[in-house]
């Protein structure tokens, strides 16, 4: 059996994790941001929540690479 403790902390993690990438989704929806600057956020965002869970680079451009790119393309017209 898990610990309550450690559930606790993963869904604490994945928290954190879905706020990063909600952040710089609404970047990319309101602010003005050039290609450059949508390609660094999207990378920036990669590293930090990569940090929060290292191993995990497949789940994350399973997941959220397509959906940062599709912000890019549907709100901003671009392809980063």
């Known amino acids: 059996m898990i610990p309550v403790a450690e559930i606790r902390e993963e869904n604490r993690r994945l928290r954190r994790i879905q706020a990063i990438v909600d952040a710089a989704c609404i970047r990319i929806i309101t602010q003005p941001l050039s290609q450059d600057q949508a390609s660094v956020l999207a990378n920036e965002t990669r590293r930090r929540v990569l940090e929060l869970a290292p ?9 959220y690479t397509p959906r940062l790119k599709r912000f890019a393309r549907q709100f901003r017209g671009y392809e980063i």
């Open 55 to 63: 191993g995990d680079e497949d789940k994350y451009d399973l997941i």
